[in-house]
């Protein structure tokens, strides 16, 4: 992958996906902890842009420390601290009801918004933000189905993965609570900040004050990384450690060759094995 070291001596940040890019589960892949280290001596700066909304930034903090990879709480992109900037924009100080997890409810709450629980008052509901929520429970749906349809509640969410990948498989991922507020409303989410929508990217490029030209973003998934990253005009490169395959990407681009409504920014500028292919 000669070429793909040749061009990151333009790079000047690094933006990787965490889970199937720098551990898979609860297990670090093989020798990341060293490339991480290996970017940075080429003065390359290394940012993580996660769609898990269930950790705060501090937790990845700590568990990349386990690892043996120091970060600090500015280096994080969560879907959760994404959507937090982004409503604080829309509103100010505002009510929300929240389905997710201490990630999503501790970036709101540090943004100075009031979360409200299913015994509040729906109608005095600003927002509706539906994350990963492995305690989801019906009277939370109703909770967040009268705020939207009888209150005044607009409807976010912070990410629509369909899975959440573990270390030897697949659990139901923030797309299954998603679906079911979409249903009993027949609303759709206003915006979805997470991937593959590009205001987290853009954010990271304005942060850290490069150009897309000056990034590169790396993930194991088409629809959220890759999607997200091509949407934002960064180059991708697809690790296949993750959720996707070589054989999806020659799919997509047979499917693009025939012209079938496929969009092409799912296809991947680079694709390596694993990430120690970036140094061989
Ligand atoms: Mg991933």
Redesign the pocket.
Known sequence: MKQLINDLKKIKLAIF?????IYRGDKLLPSVDKIIQDLKELSIKVVYN???STATRQMYVDRLKKYNINSKISDFYTSASITASEITKIKQNSKIFVIGEIGLREELKAMEHTIVSNEGESDEIDFVIVGLDRAFNYKDIAFAQKSILKGKAQFYATNTDATL?IANGLLPGAGVMVKAIEICTSTKPIKVFGKPDPCGIKSILTDNKVSPKEAVIF???LE??ILAGNRAEVKTVLVLT??ATYEMVEELKIQVSQAKNVDEDLIPDVIIENLNKIFI
Not at 17 to 21: C, H, I, P
């Open positions: 996906d965490l889970d199937g890019v996660s769609n898990n990948p993930g194991d998934r959220t990384d993750g959720v």
